[in-house]
């Protein structure tokens, strides 16, 4: 049970998008389409922003959004705000009623 | 309104046993599939372990066969028995609500309760 790998930290402006990457492998990541995204301010407990690899929660913004290709999901932020500056977590099914965690990605707005 | 107030947490020594809870309302606990997830200080989440509204149990190959998920639903409160304790269960753990129709995510999170493992 490995953690999923995702960028350190990520940074962009006000206005800008950003893009998150979460790999995992095929019996993870690759093998559901149980991929969720959570956002976590300093302080405060996870947030679900996406979940089912590109579904939104009632409330989270549309600037949200989520894609998958192979081993690889991703997590787009567009139209970059203050308040979204955080950690952002993604988080894979694996199987075995199981589910695992990406190490985590600091976003700084610049 | 739902509402996740975890307690009990607090200084344990290695090899000692603690049980946090996680009390719920807005929601009845039997009836939803409950999680528990930590995250070591300065670190990122780790999922540990769920049990679900038909009773099934799971665990994180990390706590299996020191920690214990139950629950009391005359109470409707969430539990974690932690045994065994390590430096390395050092965390704030969270309870997180399963989502109706959103697989193996977490909707609702509690603010979370310190356990700190240390002599």
């Known amino acids: 049970q490995s953690a999923l790998t995702q960028p350190r930290s990520v940074s962009g402006s006000p206005g800008q998008s950003v893009t998150i990457s979460c790999t995992g492998t095929s019996t993870d990541v690759g093998g559901y389409n149980y991929v969720s995204w959570y956002q976590q301010h300093p302080g405060e407990a996870p947030k679900l922003m996406i979940y089912?690899?590109?579904k939104r929660p009632s409330g989270v913004p549309d600037r949200f959004s989520g894609s998958k290709s192979g081993n690889t999901a991703s997590l787009t932020i567009s139209g970059l705000q203050a308040d979204d500056e955080a950690d952002y977590y993604c988080?894979?099914?694996?199987?075995?009623?199981?589910?695992?965690f990406g190490g985590g990605t600091k976003l700084a707005v610049l | 309104e739902v509402q996740l107030v975890e307690s009990g947490g607090g200084l344990v020594q290695p090899g000692g046993s603690l049980r946090v809870s996680c009390a719920a309302s807005g929601l009845t606990v039997s009836s939803n599939y409950m999680n528990w997830v930590r995250q070591a200080p300065g670190k990122g989440l780790e999922w540990v372990s769920v049990i679900y509204s038909g009773g099934n149990i799971y665990y994180a190959d990390s706590v299996k066969g020191r920690f214990t998920i139950s629950r009391d639903n005359s109470k409707n409160t969430l539990y974690l028995q932690m045994n065994s304790l390590r430096a390395e269960d050092t965390a704030v753990y969270y309870c997180?609500?399963?989502?109706?129709?959103?697989?193996?995510?977490?909707?609702?999170w509690g603010q979370g309760t310190l356990v700190t493992v240390s002599s």
């Open positions: 988080c894979s099914y694996a199987g075995r009623y199981i589910v695992i």
């Open positions: 997180a609500k399963g989502g109706d129709g959103y697989n193996f995510a977490f909707d609702f």
């Open positions: 089912d690899v590109t």
